[in-house]
């Protein structure tokens, strides 16, 4: 439940800079978590709100890996 919750806050944020903070804070507390499908999309919403389209790239890369898994 607590892992939920954390990602619930994180998607609530509309502010990218922040939004990139506490999913970096997610993914370091829950690196094997079932929620990074959802974490993902979050991240390329975040960078390219802030036009850094390489790691926009590299949030769209990982989302299509993690489905491999």
């Known amino acids: 439940m607590a892992e939920y919750n ?3 806050a994180c ?3 509309k502010v ?3 939004l990139i903070k506490c999913l ?3 993914v370091s507390k829950y690196p ?3 929620l990074l499908n959802y974490v993902y999309p979050l991240y390329y919403q975040a960078y ?3 036009k850094n389209y390489l790691k ?3 949030s769209a890369d990982k ?3 993690s489905g491999t898994r």
Do not use: K, V
């Open 56 to 58: 926009m790239i590299d």
């Open 32 to 34: 094997n978590s079932t």
């Open 48 to 50: 390219s709100a802030q």
């Open 6 to 8: 954390a990602y619930q």
């Open 16 to 18: 990218p800079a922040t």
């Open 24 to 26: 970096d804070d997610f």
């Open 11 to 13: 998607a609530g944020e």
């Open 63 to 65: 989302l299509a890996l």
